[in-house]
């Protein structure tokens, strides 16, 4: 077989980066994709393969592709962020005690995530011997009041994933960027039809919000992903929206 078979030839992909932009403008992970898009053609100025385009992406993380101008915030327990990495690290220590191994781990864990910046958040003394060139100690007796909104990004454990074994011809005609409409036990789209069934442990999670005057305002479709069903070969569309949340 010739091997122009395998090539995506320029005509086709600019194309394609032109119906990709038209198709998902309001996407909220649009500057991501085309952001890895140009770092593929950076390292493949010439030819481009398609199964060198699927090992790229395969092989990428989304942090990578985050763009400078945006201000995205990744929310992450220490355990969950080991052996990834990041440009500014603010790591919240309340009460944290480091008087153990685990402890010390930790610590270590969290501090070495910082490729360039890190900020400590503590309320201890343990930090206080340490002295590092660059570094700059401030005290701040400033109380904060919560905040008036919030925004929850949801995984697959926030979702009843079930539900979308039901519903794969109203979840195809969704696209990231598309507000959805809230309600007690879920998201619908714009014409009242369900697309999205929150688990049981995130209405608590709602409910709890709800107990500090937290109230669900709105959301917008961030991710559609593949969730294959355990035991069998079926994959299906599942969405992961962003909720919006304003305190009364």
């Not at 699927?54 to 092989?59: A, Q």
């Not at 400590?120 to 008036?148: C, F, H, R, W």
């Not at 069934?197 to 107990?211: A, M, N, P, T, Y």
């Not at 005057?213 to 959301?219: F, G, L, S």
């Amino acid at each position: 077989m010739a091997d122009d078979v395998y090539i995506i030839h320029d005509e086709l992909w600019e194309n394609a980066k032109r119906k990709l932009a038209e198709r998902f403008g309001s996407s909220l992970n649009l500057e991501s994709c085309l952001n890895l898009i140009q770092e593929f053609e950076a390292e493949n100025p010439k030819y481009k393969y398609k199964s060198d385009l699927e090992i790229f992406i395969r092989e990428s993380v989304l942090e990578d592709f985050i763009g400078e101008t945006r201000e995205t915030i990744f929310v992450s327990t220490i355990h969950k962020a080991k052996g990834r990495e990041f440009d500014n690290v603010f790591l919240m220590l309340d009460q944290f005690n480091p008087g153990t191994n685990e402890g010390k781990r930790q610590l270590y864990v969290g501090m070495t995530r910082a490729k360039h910046n890190l900020t400590l958040y503590d309320n201890g003394t343990y930090l206080d011997s340490i002295k590092a060139e660059g570094m700059q100690v401030v005290l701040d007796s400033q109380t904060y009041l919560p905040p008036q909104e919030l925004v929850m990004q949801l995984s697959h454990r926030d979702v009843q994933l079930d539900f979308f074994l039901y519903y794969p011809h109203l979840i195809k005609e969704l696209k990231s960027g598309e507000f959805l409409a809230f309600d007690e036990n879920g998201c619908n789209n714009s014409k009242g039809q369900a697309v999205v069934r929150f688990s049981k442990q995130f209405l608590k999670q709602i409910e709890s919000l709800r107990h500090k005057n937290y109230v669900p305002r709105t959301a917008k479709i961030r991710f559609i992903v593949y969730w294959q069903k355990e035991n069998t070969e079926r994959e299906v569309r599942i969405v992961l929206p962003e909720l919006y949340f304003e305190k009364k």
